[in-house]
């Protein structure tokens, strides 16, 4: 009698104890695990860049996964202690011929209006949170991914890869590529080709692809620093002819000067290019700018991301005075982001400036860029990049209103190619110079696909 339920109680207890073993489903919720390159960037978001001594962490960072593959970079400081981080993967076949995976660690200040911390990498919604996450950490982890697949895959190469994150971008590269580029030539020597930043991938409606732009040419910059001088005093005072008063007047004249519309070859090249992906009013307008813009300006309405290829733009971004509303300051300055035609003669466009402005102004020039040419919709490394991105849509190849590190490759003869290889929607992108800049996590892993499949083309020596 003492046997059957003794039998009952153990057998349940077994199974209980088996039970505790086996390890709970997770919440229906819960989020999947990250990718290896996800965790990467999620790392170097966590970095501030925005200083000397972040893009030296960053440095590291980067450098320290390359170790641990087995690939040995170099930290190369420019006079300022600010880091450039280069490494090559070469191939006894390559005869020295190279592309060079380019992209920025320095990131712009987050500023206001953040919903997550900045600088925390953290997951939300499908999304990885912080500055940078878009431009351009996301890109340089992407072709970190394709440096490190290719070696670790023991992937036999035609051409040498060169992977480089430089600094000083976002302040006009000087002291990033500009400078590795003026005293590290021969790093460069036998490169082919750059991709860089730039690229774009054009949505629409239910952020569909609609179509892949590589871009092959850009506006330049002409940064200014315009100041002037005044009598200073307290702000009860009457002083129309203060720092800051005569600074708003002749910023106001600068402004009022009449801005000279053109077609330039780019972005007519631009307009023909993407023609046939639009229909209706736009195919037309796009099919024949040359006839829509005027001297004056265009005879019908554009999109302000197209009719600012046609026209150089002056853009008033900070005025700097007093540090109090009581105090007439005795100097006032202000910065101007300039950004020129690719025909546009920079010294005449400046002496436009100066002559508007009148006596009392001082003009600086922090930036600017001489007339470069485009790169060639063609060549080995194109070609690859067209090969990788059309089974997801047309590539196009683009002109762009803003200008990237590309124009240091372009003007020693070397080919540069912006390059995006994530397809982000619209909203999202927002947030790039803003606050949420954020990229999705699905997105994140499809371009680091894309992009191992870009350079596997190019380097990789063909099956036989």
Request: proline share 9%; hydrophobic share 40%.
């Amino acid at each position: 009698m003492d046997f059957f339920p003794m039998q009952s109680f153990r057998l349940p207890a077994l199974f209980l104890s088996l039970a505790l073993l086996v390890p709970a489903p997770p919440p229906a919720d819960a989020a999947p695990p990250l990718s290896e390159a996800a965790r990467w960037l999620q790392g170097y978001l966590r970095i501030d860049t925005t200083t000397p001594q972040g893009e030296r962490r960053a440095a590291e960072y980067l450098a320290g996964i390359l170790r641990r593959e087995g690939i040995e970079p170099r930290l190369i400081p420019n006079p300022q202690g600010r880091p450039s981080l280069f490494a090559r993967l070469s191939s006894p076949r390559s005869g020295g011929r190279a592309a060079v995976l380019l992209h920025h660690m320095d990131v712009v200040p987050p500023g206001q209006g953040w919903t997550v911390p900045p600088y925390s990498g953290q997951v939300k919604g499908g999304l990885l949170w912080g500055r940078g996450a878009v431009d351009v950490k996301s890109l340089g982890i992407a072709q970190l991914a394709a440096m490190v697949d290719l070696k670790r895959k023991s992937v036999p190469l035609e051409r040498d890869v060169i992977y480089l994150a430089v600094p000083d971008e976002e302040n006009g590269g000087l002291q990033g590529a500009g400078w590795l580029l003026a005293k590290h030539p021969e790093l460069f020597r036998g490169v082919e080709a750059v991709m860089g930043e730039g690229g774009r991938a054009q949505t629409g409606a239910g952020d569909t692809l609609l179509w892949w732009g590589i871009e092959v040419a850009q506006k330049r910059p002409l940064w200014l620093e315009i100041s002037t001088s005044g009598r200073g005093g307290h702000g009860s005072g009457l002083n129309p002819d203060s720092a800051t008063h005569q600074l708003i007047q002749g910023l106001a004249r600068v402004l009022a000067l009449p801005p000279r519309w053109r077609v330039t070859p780019p972005a007519r090249a631009y307009c023909r290019a993407i023609a046939p992906l639009h229909e209706g009013r736009w195919r037309r307008v796009l099919s024949d700018v040359d006839s829509i813009i005027a001297e004056t300006g265009p005879r019908e309405l554009l999109m302000p991301s197209v009719s600012n290829l046609f026209v150089d733009t002056v853009q008033v971004t900070v005025l700097q005075g007093a540090s109090k509303i009581n105090v007439i300051p005795a100097r006032a300055k202000a910065l101007v982001d300039v950004r020129l035609l690719p025909d546009t003669n920079a010294e005449a466009f400046l002496a436009r400036i100066r002559q508007a402005l009148g006596q009392g102004f001082q003009v600086k020039v922090l930036v600017t860029s001489p007339p470069v040419p485009g790169s060639p919709a063609g060549g080995r490394f194109y070609q690859a990049v067209e090969r990788a991105l059309r089974a997801d849509g047309p590539v196009v190849p683009t002109f762009i209103p803003g200008f990237t590190d590309s124009r240091f490759f372009r003007a020693r003869g070397i080919p540069a190619y912006g390059v995006s290889p994530f397809a982000i929607a619209s909203d999202h992108l927002r947030g790039v110079h803003g606050p949420d800049e954020r990229i999705p996590l699905a997105e994140l892993d499809r371009g680091v696909e894309r992009t191992r499949r870009i350079v596997r083309l190019y380097a990789a020596s063909p099956k036989r």
